[in-house]
């Protein structure tokens, strides 16, 4: 049976530091990523995008490379955790690139349970709500009207046309 070599954190590698890497391996909840000098961390589903994604295989392929926010290091068990979302930008900074009235591409991500709206990924980092409609399935591009975009509470409001 073979020991699978640990490589130490580099002692110069700091929280919120953006570090390059490569997609090694990915898994259901997250994907290990590479830095050079061979550590490797996890990206957490959740720190992958605003957008609330099935799958990591949706964002990344294996041997990609990506850049990074170290998020948390662990040099006691020798573990760190990344994040990708905060760096595709802020809200406010997604959400100019957009305007009322205006039509545009999205990908459904999720459906409220009650069928009280649909969540529409226009980035990774913007995500509005249309109204619920019938039919309408997990990653299927839809074309929206951006109804209104309020700011002061982060919310696009979106009609699948």
């Known amino acids: 049976m073979k020991c699978k070599k640990i490589i130490p954190i580099d002692p110069n590698l700091q929280e919120n530091m953006i570090v390059d890497g490569k997609v090694k391996s990915i898994q259901p909840y997250g994907a290990f990523i590479e830095m050079k000098g061979g550590a490797v961390g996890l990206l957490h589903i959740e720190d992958i995008s605003v ?3 099935k799958s990591p295989y949706e964002r990344f392929e294996i041997g990609q490379e990506i850049k990074v926010k170290v998020k948390e290091i ?34 459904v ?4 349970k009650n069928k009280n709206g649909i969540f529409i990924e226009l980035k990774p980092n913007l995500v509005g709500m249309a109204e619920y409609k ?8 839809v074309e929206v009207y951006i109804k209104k975009i309020v700011p002061e509470k982060k919310k696009v409001k979106l009609i699948i046309c």
């Open 74 to 107: 662990d040099r006691i068990n020798n573990k760190l955790m990344f994040s990708y979302k905060e760096l595709l930008g802020t809200w406010e900074e997604n959400a100019k690139q957009f305007q009322e009235g205006t039509r545009v591409n999205g990908i």
């Open 134 to 141: 019938e039919n309408m399935q997990y990653g299927e591009e």
């Open 51 to 53: 957008a609330r994604i």
């Open 109 to 112: 991500r999720d459906i409220e």
